[in-house]
């Protein structure tokens, strides 16, 4: 269905090449309808920072559930307890994907991607929640003196090591000049002129 043309000629469907409906041209080098808008500049510190942090992380808990994933294979003749392999083995895949989560998170992260940092705020907040029971729980086995296990104190030093990492994370992705830096990287790959 076709429209009759307006009174005074004017038909918007019908609009010359390189007209632009709000009264400007794009220039060379900017997106269309992004005026002023330009690379961004480099990325903070802090940023760098944190995605090392999120690769640090993602190394310890590959490395921790690997370790207590295999420790759990291991013969019941060498650590004197009947083991769950299957546990074991899901535990060590489960530990690996979410290594790979957080390295995608990191990645994202690192090349000023929004939806990277947003899943990095989800994902750590609900680590550093998990942590932050883990360790208030591991803290008062030490402290009552009723250890479950033997390595039940280094056991509280890491997670509660783990759960001030995840909130430095949090806090470092926050400060005002990630959070400008990650606004202008956003609207420079709207615009164009980043991929």
Known sequence: MTYPPQPGGYDPYNQQPGYSPHGYDPLPGYGYGYPGVTAPGPRPQVVTIA???????????????????????????????????????????????????????????????????????????????CGGVLTIGAIGVVVEGTKATEGSDIFAIIIGAAFLVYLLVIVLLATPPSNRWFRHTAMARRAGLIA
């Open 51 to 129: 995605a090392m942090l999120i690769v640090l992380t993602v190394l310890a808990n590959v490395g921790l559930g690997l370790v207590a994933g295999f420790g759990m294979i291991a013969p019941e003749e060498v650590t004197g307890q009947e083991v769950d392999k299957g546990g074991a083995i899901t535990m060590g895949i489960v530990s690996i994907l979410v290594g790979l989560a957080f390295i995608w998170c990191a990645l994202g992260v690192l090349r000023g991607r929004s939806g990277a940092r947003t899943a990095t705020f989800i994902l750590y907040g609900i680590s550093s929640c």
